[in-house]
T-cell receptor, first 111, second 111 residues
Framework: TQLLEQSPQFLSIQEGENLTVYCNSS?????LQWYRQEPGEGPVLLVT?????EVKKLKRLTFQFGDARKDSSLHITAAQPGDTGLYLC???????????FGGGTRVLVKP | DAGITQSPRYKITETGRQVTLMCHQT?????MFWYRQDLGHGLRLIYY???????DKGEVPDGYVVSRSKTENFPLTLESATRSQTSVYFC??????????FGEGSRLTVL
């Protein structure tokens, strides 16, 4: 079973601060996805990273896939209250048919 | 409207009763999934299906049964509900190798 560990489990910061969420595994994934989930809703895809070492930017969010395709990070610059939510990473196995999710990081950005 | 819908959204039942959670998608996605979400465990895969009449076990299949006679429907049945099955259940669908689209979740309480 491929396992993904996210850290930290919970992060509380002030508006304007930066934050980084980590997603680590001992397994290699063909790609890795990051989702964001708001209370009472299902997760929504933010990004997919495919190539080892890849960096993708979505406005204030920067996603990086490790060179060995075993880990990833999400960095948010100048966080805003609208960034509050549960962030989930998900690894796609070699067969590409199913995703393994990490335990999630709950982010709270205080105004 | 196109999308993925789950029913019921909320369900309270008693130990030993049979419960069926329904999932319907309008995109004709080939893959469908059932996850459960519990505090501290993130999203754990129960069952998935690659096409009609093809299903496979995920990480935590015990106590659950699925079927997929039509591409658009993927019901999840708890044959004899237990308290440990109290959780939020999410159905999701995707086309290979795209993103997962989640329903809004079904919150199940087993008394």
């Amino acid at each position: 079973t491929q396992l993904l560990e996210q850290s930290p489990q919970f992060l509380s910061i002030q508006e304007g601060e930066n934050l980084t969420v980590y997603c680590n595994s001992s397994s290699v994934f063909s790609s890795l996805q990051w989702y964001r989930q708001e209370p009472g809703e299902g997760p929504v895809l933010l990004v997919t990273v495919v190539t080892g070492g890849e960096v993708k930017k979505l406005k204030r969010l920067t996603f990086q896939f490790g060179d060995a395709r075993k880990d990833s990070s999400l960095h948010i610059t100048a966080a805003q209250p609208g960034d509050t939510g549960l962030y989930l990473c998900a690894g796609v196995g070699a067969a590409g048919n199913k995703l393994t999710f990490g335990g999630g990081t709950r982010v709270l950005v205080k105004p | 409207d196109a999308g993925i819908t789950q029913s019921p959204r909320y369900k309270i039942t008693e130990t030993g009763r049979q419960v069926t959670l329904m999932c319907h998608q309008t995109w004709s996605h080939s893959y469908m999934f059932w996850y459960r979400q519990d505090l501290g465990h993130g999203l754990r895969l129960i069952y998935y299906s690659a096409a009609a009449d093809i299903t496979d076990k995920g990480e935590v299949p015990d106590g659950y049964v699925v079927s997929r006679s039509k591409t658009e429907n993927f019901p999840l049945t708890l044959e004899s509900a237990t308290r440990s099955q109290t959780s939020v259940y999410f159905c999701a669908s995707r086309d290979y190798p795209g993103e997962l689209f989640f329903g809004e979740g079904s919150r199940l309480t087993v008394l």
